[in-house]
């Protein structure tokens, strides 16, 4: 089987473990406890390859050593492990935080307009609206496709959960004739006369204008500016109005 269309490879990708990290620690899984001699070769990496990525999975607390007669054998932890590494990396993002927020607003430079790239870059979007809505405030879309949940299958539910939890209101205009998958409990559909299929998707929420642009590679770019926002969100309630409401 060809490693890369293993799907448990491409999602330790997704977590931040490189390419030979990934194939090392899966062959570890495969084999059980062994030497890194036998580990590179099923791995298809030379020793130097094989003995970094071993070390930075050491370093990770996913894998340990056992010493037998001058021989290093190294032993799969279980995989639970890997949360907590996160675990341990989430407090120590909490802790360090604060301080970075305060280095954050005393020298925020007067931009109003941010441009980002990569889903990365439209995750950091998504998690601000997250983070500046409060309980029961709403955001706004225009034009949306489906391609939120289609392009990004493993971040769109988390944030969708973590939006109802904050019961946070939504109102999405759509081009009729667009299938809905789904509908959230705090979510609304109105739609537009429209045959065109947009690549881009707007976002309006609180002081700020996000317009996603579903490409090969995602661009965003993030307005905040309030007469900005104002506008599109006159915009939005005009065309509110007039559409048609979807069952």
């Not at 269309?5 to 059980?32: C, H, I, M, P, W």
């Not at 580990?39 to 970094?52: F, G, H, M, P, V």
């Not at 056992?66 to 996160?86: A, C, G, M, N, Q």
Request: glycine share 4%.
């Amino acid at each position: 089987m060809d490693i890369y269309q293993d799907k448990a490879f491409r999602d330790l990708e997704k977590l931040g473990f490189s390419v030979n990290e990934s194939k090392v620690y899966l062959t570890l899984l495969k084999l059980g406890p062994s030497l890194a001699g036998k580990i590179a070769k099923e791995a298809n990496l030379d020793r130097s390859s094989t003995y970094n990525a071993l070390k930075l999975l050491m370093e990770r607390g996913i894998i340990a050593t056992v010493h037998e007669t001058k021989r290093t054998i190294f032993v799969p932890s279980s995989p639970k492990k890997i949360l907590d590494y996160f675990k341990e990396k989430e407090e120590i993002a909490k802790n360090i935080i604060p301080s970075l927020e305060e280095r954050y607003k005393t020298k925020q430079k007067s931009q109003s307009i941010y441009h980002f790239k990569g889903y990365k870059g439209l995750k950091t979007i998504f998690q601000n609206m997250l983070d500046s809505l409060d309980k029961g405030e709403e955001y706004l879309v225009i034009g949306s496709e489906g391609q939120f949940s289609e392009k990004m299958p493993y971040f769109s539910p988390i944030f969708r959960k973590q939006k109802e939890l904050k019961k946070i209101k939504t109102k999405i205009l759509i081009r009729e004739g667009r299938k809905r998958t789904s509908k959230g409990k705090y979510t609304e559909y109105r739609q537009i006369p429209s045959t065109v299929i947009s690549p881009a998707t707007i976002n309006i929420y609180k002081n700020k204008v996000a317009i996603f642009i579903w490409e090969d590679e995602p661009q965003a770019v993030l307005i905040e500016n309030e007469k900005v926002s104002e506008s599109f969100k006159n915009y939005f309630d005009f065309m509110w109005k007039h559409a048609k409401i979807s069952k």
